[in-house]
């Protein structure tokens, strides 16, 4: 086929996400983020909701979400986004709301907002980032960063006796009577990443449909702050981070 | 027209709900009013007083160091308030429990038996109109009835409406203590 | 009798008034003692008649982001608190200050530190006047001193936050939540619609309907140089501030010898004061602020031309009174008289306190 040809628009196979800008990502090369937010801008056009969305950005690496996916977006306090979502939500009931939150800000300083949200069944999607680290300070301990996993501030490695378990926040969740959808993701593989926009589709529609809250779970890397190549983050990731959070709905009503 | 009272007893004696009832009587009346209680956990058993304006003008503190009328409902309250009638103003009190009788001379005392009363009516959640009769009656600003029955509407939820004419009959009561 | 007299609890008369101004959400949780906004606003189930959303949050920090979250999206919406809740709040506040969103907050004031006591107090002005929490920002600080003023402070509270895309706070004390006084109620006003709010804020995050150009709102900026013209833009509109929305009262300032200087009911505490001294022949006056930001330094300036001396009385050991030295620039003796722990005072210990300084 000449190049002519293969540019036609008949032709294309993949393009940029319509809601996604076309802008230099801060996001390291190998982070997962990026990978979800397209997924997210591609859901929120498919299902047409472009005009009806709103997003709660965190304190964190995805701080700077509102720079890339085109909708409207509030940057929360860490932690609060549930609060914050939940206002929104309950005084513009035709619009769509959801967070994007990391470990620390869902599981860490936003505990009490979160389970509080969830349990209200607050009709709002939440996406949750867990990469076991804190990226945006330094790669400090999450409460998600397993036993024995070496972060700034557990240089030798997480111990239960010093700083506890990791906290398996989503399977809390999905034992509140307010969540109806409760997932654990992931985007290392294509397969992964198809399973994953399924799944934020399907907290979206549960929205829509005020079933209550969706939790998408997406275990994810972050090889900076792993001290990994991108491809040995994906690796470590499979072999350690699955083990502790298996993939899967953890609830699906 | 103004005239400052405070009401102090034990709480649960209706100290609170009685100040409303006067309050809200003085409003109907077109009076400016302020109600100024004691908060807290002193109202649940403790001593509980408020503090009850009423005056054509404007009132300006809510808060007193003396009052035109006293009413004590028990010994701390008698105790505690006694020094702040002002001089020529009035101190009623409830002789029920009562050991240590008020001495002021310049004022004009009005000991009343207002439990004994209560309990002929036979029914103890009277006690605090039976008190507010007796009041009215000593009271030199005269509150027409019409008024007092007004703000006892407006003070009650309208679940409790059907307890006005029982009020009515302890007010009456009180006044007959005088 | 008109109907729309009643008498109320200062905060009963809040959640009456919140509704007929036709704020769209209260957040709260409860505290003595000002519990009484949530459970009044419960109680009169506002969502059945304005679709007002009335909601008891998780903690004070929950209901201030869910405040700050209803804010982002244009809506009139506002918490109450008392003063440990409020320094929940403060991060929230600060986020609202840096992200030029309009809010009200209620304090009704107990006295601390810390847990501290549930009886009146006046110890939070440092709190709400200069700040509160971080960064460089001011709150419009409104102190009433009545019922009536704790009704009419939530609609003016509102207008200024809408008028200057900033929170505004009513600086109340215990006493006049807790004080039940005349006041008449407002005409109910309605809500706006959804059109009407996407219209006055056209910077609020409502959806991209039309598909406009997306809103953000945030309160970060990396860039330091960025970060500085937003805070001189904050700075050029405390400074609009300062020069159109001082308030205060005067009391009998024209022929007085001294000044009292106090705010919210211990004005009117003072105001007893003045009449038992004027009694005993001391001419005093009385100023008090209204707004306590912006401070009113130059009617207290001009009140204070060719008196003897201030007494500011206050319940906590000296805050506002920094304020009046300022004003005064120190020509006149200023003196401070505070009760602390949830005590009132008197008025006639104001009045021994005045001649005590009128004395020394």
Redesign the interface.
Known sequence: MEIQDIIKEENKVYSTPELLDDVHMHYCPGCSHGVIHKLLAEVIHEMGLTERTVGISPVGCAVFAYNYVDVDWVEAAHGRAPAVATAISRLWPENVVFTYQGDGDMAAIGTAETIHAANRGENIVMIFVNNAIYGMTGGQMAPTTLLGQKTATSPYGRRADLNGYPLEITDIMATLRGTCYVTRQSVHTPAAVKKTKAAIKKAFENALAKKGTSVVEVISTCNSGWKMTPVQANEWMAENMFKEYPLGDLKNL | MKVEIIIAGFGGQGVLSMGKILAYSGLMDDKEVTWMPSYGPEQRGGTANVTVILSDDKISSPVLDSYDIVVALNQQSLDKFVPRVKSGGILMYDTSGIHKRPERNDVKVYPINAMEATLEIGNPKAYNMVVMGALLEVMPYKLPMENVVKGLKKSLPERHHNLIPLNEQAIEKGRGLI | ?NDE???MKGNEAVAHAAIRYGC??Y?GYPI??QSEVLESLEALMPWETTGM?V?Q???E???I??????A??G?A?MTSSSSPGISLKQ??IS?MAG?ELPALILNVMRGGPGLGT??PSQADYFQATKGGGHGDYHLIVLAPASVQEMVDFVALGFDLSFKYLTPAMILAD??VG?????VVLPPQRPRRT?DQIREQCPWA???????RK???????ELESSKMEIINHRLQARYREIEKNEVRWEEINTDDADYLFVAFG?IA??????M?LAREEGIKVGIVRPITLWPFPDKAIEKAAEGKKGILCVELNAGQMIEDVRLAVHDRIPVCHYGRLGGI?P????IVEELKKMIND
């Open positions: 009798m007299i009643r008498l769209d959400g957040f003595t003692p959303v909601l949050a998780e903690s920090v929950a209901a982001n869910m405040v700050y979250g209803a982002a999206s809506k919406a991060e929230g986020y992200a549930i009886q215990g006493i807790q004080m039940m006084e005349k959804d995050t409502t959806g991209r309907k039309g598909l997306r809103n953000v709102i945030t309160s970060l009911s009117r505490i003072c105001t007893k004061a009449e009132i008197s008025p006639a210990e």
